[in-house]
């Protein structure tokens, strides 16, 4: 009933910039918290950043400084503005939200089915 689609991963050089997007439709009633998560290879997943709905936000700190979270309410949309980015930023990213949605109305979490980040000369 809901879903969280990602784009705008890809190859990138150390340095460069990359704007993740992350779409949710479906019979949504609201929506609380969406974040961003990554996994790379071996490792386990971990929060990158995130925003509530009334606009507050938190990082890594690994990527302070370098990445901003936002969203587009009426589009239903999360963003991650990654910039100055290095080879440790590569992993596949995940995007995460709360969501109040159809039958049950009540809170959930859902996850997209991520996109590909790779930082490399």
């Known amino acids: 009933q809901v879903q969280l689609v990602e784009s705008g991963g890809g190859l990138v050089q150390p340095g460069g910039s990359l704007r993740l997007s992350c779409a949710a439709s479906?019979?949504?009633?609201?929506?609380?918290?969406m974040g961003w998560y990554r996994q790379a290879p071996g490792k386990q997943r971990e929060l990158v950043a995130v925003?509530?709905?009334?606009?507050?936000?938190d990082y890594a700190a690994s990527v302070k400084g370098r990445f901003t979270i936002s969203r587009d309410n009426a589009k239903k949309t999360v963003y991650l503005q990654m910039n100055s980015l290095k080879p440790e930023d590569t992993a596949f990213y995940y995007c995460n939200a709360e969501v109040s949605a159809l039958p049950t109305m009540t809170y959930r979490d859902y996850w997209g089915q991520g996109t590909q980040v790779t930082v490399s000369s």
């Open positions: 925003i509530t709905s009334g606009g507050r936000t």
């Open positions: 479906g019979s949504i009633f609201s929506i609380n918290a």
